[in-house]
């Protein structure tokens, strides 16, 4: 069969797949170690719920079964089938998934995720149609304490900066500060100002600029918003001092400085200089309401954001209640593809196995099984040598993938020994007894 290639699905090489386990294993501790509990939903979800929310419609894979379309080419398709698509994000189908099983749930619930998307964007360096993610939430029953906005990007800037990865900084915002200067400015098209904000590292303040003046916006005001946007700092007094020289006042410009003050005095006590304050981060998703955050990799700032989200207080709503909550999603295919192919990190090796068993003679593979057993009971990844070829041969197969040592079941009545294949130091040893390194019994990955 002829290989066919298709863009934005990356397949990773073995020593690639150890990188983003390592990063995927990692993020999953963090998570699990602040209380969060990992679920699963489905990769379908119906066309009517996906095109709810957002403005990604046109990015959605549609999915159907061949009978069907053949159906409504003939035009005999039925009217009550139900059109289905993959989600392209985890924050919709985990909407559904709380209201599904809001009765039982204990809320607030804290929940991770971590899956693949699907996303009919064009290809380029950190975008794919097809890419996993790690999502952190918290939800509540009618109302979520304003503390949650506080943790959850602490809890991404651990996970992220306990990587060994270079220093990620995460930007954060508040919603209500934006909303309040376009208030105090007579703005009426909040959500054009805020999708406006949102594009100005992609098209710069002239762009911006430009269209705003389209969506009905003074000079004045525009020049207002540009002049917001460039207020930044990790300081809370720093930022209040931003704010207040625009001249502006309103209730809710208020509320979104003091919230965004509270959220950095609460980083500064825990990881101090990760979190800063950049009020050009609007998040162009309309549903986010409060925080919002924005996280990128020092170094590799043309990346982009590689983990982003905010607070939503009406995304889940079943029409009784509403689930208000706070979420971040790290773009893990994002980041793994640059760690990769930069490159940031590199794995000690391309398999998990940390033992070859060789072998003498093929009429004794038998007992190059049983070592081989006695190494996996006691949790010692380990892989037969696949032919009896020289030991040099044998030796070339372990270097060749990682592996760093060669075990030798020795003659009748002789020690089996096993040698370190880096070093050449070569020891008697029992398989009931023997024991690698910590750094040697998985594969280890650094900064390279």
Not at 84 to 104: K, S, W
Not at 131 to 139: K, S, Y
Not at 222 to 231: D, N
Request: hydrophobic share 40%; glycine share 8%; aromatic share 6%.
């Amino acid at each position: 069969m002829a290989r066919t290639s298709l863009s934005g699905f990356p397949e990773w090489l073995p020593e690639g797949r150890v990188i983003e386990q390592f990063v995927l294993d990692h993020l999953r501790r963090v998570f699990e170690l602040h209380g969060f509990a990992g679920i699963e939903t489905r990769a379908v979800e119906t066309l009517e719920q996906l095109e709810s929310k957002g403005e990604t419609s046109k990015e959605i894979y549609v999915l159907d079964r061949l009978q069907a379309m053949k159906e409504a080419e003939a035009g005999r398709r039925s009217s009550k089938e139900r059109r289905m698509g993959l989600h392209f994000d985890l924050t919709v189908p985990f909407a559904r998934y709380v209201i599904e099983n809001a009765n039982e749930l204990d809320f607030p619930f804290k929940r991770y995720q971590i899956q693949k998307v699907w996303r009919g964007e064009r290809p380029q360096d950190g975008r794919f149609r097809e890419f996993m993610q790690a999502d952190i939430d918290v939800v509540g029953m009618g109302e979520l304490p304003f503390h949650y906005e506080v943790e959850l990007p602490l809890v991404m800037a651990e996970a992220l900066s306990t990587l060994p990865i270079p220093r990620v900084t995460v930007l954060v915002n508040n919603r209500k500060v934006v909303q309040g200067v376009c208030e105090a400015l007579g703005v009426s098209d909040v959500e054009a100002a805020l999708r406006g904000l949102d594009k100005l590292d992609k098209i710069g303040p002239e762009g911006v600029a430009a269209e705003l003046a389209d969506n009905g916006m003074t000079l004045e005001q525009t020049q207002v918003l540009l002049e917001m946007a460039q207020i930044r700092s990790a300081l809370a007094a720093e930022i209040r001092e931003g704010v207040a020289a625009l001249g502006l006042s309103s209730e809710l410009l208020e509320e979104g400085v003091d919230q965004l003050c509270a959220l950095l005095e609460s980083a500064e006590l825990r990881l101090p200089g990760v979190v800063v304050a950049d009020l050009k981060i609007a998040r162009g998703l309309d549903y986010y309401t409060g925080s919002v955050y924005e996280t990128v990799m020092e170094g590799h700032e043309d990346l982009g954001s590689i983990c982003s989200g905010g607070r939503y207080d009406s995304l889940a709503t079943d029409g009784k209640r509403t689930y208000p909550g706070v979420g971040l999603s790290i773009g893990v295919s994002r980041l793994v593809s640059r760690l990769i192919s930069a490159p940031v990190l590199r794995a000690s090796r391309k398999v998990p196995t940390a033992v070859l068993v060789a072998v003498i003679d093929e009429a004794d593979r038998h007992r190059s099984d049983a070592v081989a057993a006695a190494l996996r009971a006691r949790g010692i990844p380990c892989d037969v040598a696949p032919s009896a070829a020289k030991f040099g041969k044998q030796i070339k197969f372990a270097d060749k993938r990682g592996i760093p040592f060669v075990w030798f079941p020795g003659a009748q009545g002789e020690a089996d020994t096993v040698k370190d294949i880096r070093s050449g130091e070569q020891i008697d040893a029992l398989a009931s007894e023997w024991m690698p390194s910590v750094e040697d019994l998985q594969p280890q990955v650094e900064l390279c």
